[in-house]
């Protein structure tokens, strides 16, 4: 069987994976610090919220391309938008499918940022789209590289990737940075899935882009901390009536979950107030938002290796968000703090 060129090829497991495994396979108790499900990181949510699921709505289909105009109407509310801005979608991976198909033709070009999550590669792929990276630079603080923003702009350059704050470093971009990228007029996505967990923002930070970006998202995964809900949003700067055409031929968004959100929504105080306890309570300094703090090191690979064989210790290597130095580790916030604070403590004794 002859498989797409999209596909990416040679597969195969790293050191740290192939350690990893091994010591599960041996029964090892490992101290995992990449910990960052909410519903496994013991987030306690309320007896009975699942009941709004079971609304005699959710019996009726309605083929809506955008999503129920219910469930759109109540994130026009919280966005203070036009109900015709909000696209439904089941997640913010779809999201970017979804936009990646409206701008951008086979072999096009998005701009992302490095180091950042590493699932743009294969949303790119999949839609026949290349990616371009312009660097961050850390200097008491991150900051956009703009030359390579330049270096890497062409005639087939179709968006700009903004995940604001980013994913791991936390930071938000900067008033002038916004001010900067505007100039370019290429059209931005700003992805805000963590925009809500704020420990030590900087003063001249933009916590949002609603209503500048063309595009804005956020999604239930993280505002409540319900990954398994699938439901996600699209916030546009103007109305998109051409995204209907792909909305419609897809139809993903389920109806229990659009029924159900504006009671899921209401666990959100609940729900950030605990992730936001356990952040603070973790965060080493110098993280301005999200659930991961960037540790240095001196070099990630033999470090994260070392602390799982020797410490029996999970931490993430930079290298697996695409950071393009060796010194980096990154752990998650959202791990329970007396785990977290024993996995620090192995890691200053290797």
Known sequence: MKLSHRLPSG????RLSLLLKEKRRAGVQVLDLTESNPTHAGIVYPPGFLAALADDRALLY?????????????IAREY?????????????????????????????????PRPSYPLFEYLARLE???????????????????????????????????????????????????????????PIISDEVFADYLIEPAPDRVL?????????LNGLSKLVGLPQMKLAWIVTRDAV????????????????????????????????????????????????????????????????????????TLVQPGYFYDFESSNRIVVSLLTPPETFQEGLARLRRL
């Open 208 to 216: 949002t882009l609603r209503g500048i970006a063309d595009f804005t």
């Open 128 to 186: 026949s789209v290349e990616v371009r990276h312009y660097g961050l630079f850390y200097d008491h603080g991150w900051f956009i590289d703009f030359h390579t923003i330049e270096r890497a702009l062409n005639e087939r350059t179709r968006v700009i990737v903004l995940v604001n704050p980013n994913n791991p470093t936390g930071h938000f971009i900067r008033r002038h940075e916004l001010d900067r990228l505007r100039e370019y007029g290429v």
């Open 241 to 312: 009536p051409e995204m209907e055409i792909i909305a419609d031929t897809y139809l993903s968004v389920g109806t229990p979950v659009q029924v159900a959100l504006p009671e899921l929504l209401k666990l959100r105080p609940l729900v950030q107030k605990q992730i936001m306890e356990r952040i603070r309570a973790n965060s080493p300094g110098g993280v301005e938002a999200g659930w991961y703090a960037v540790l240095p090191v001196s070099d990630d690979d033999e470090t994260t290796c070392a602390l799982l064989r020797d410490a029996d």
């Open 80 to 112: 203070g938008v036009p109900y015709d801005r909000v696209i439904m979608t089941a997640s913010t991976s779809e999201a970017y499918s979804w936009i990646f198909k409206l701008l951008c033709d086979p072999g096009d070009e998005v701009l992302v």
């Open 11 to 14: 597969q195969h497991q790293n």
């Open 62 to 74: 309605e083929p809506e391309p955008f999503g129920l105009p219910a469930a759109r109407e109540c």
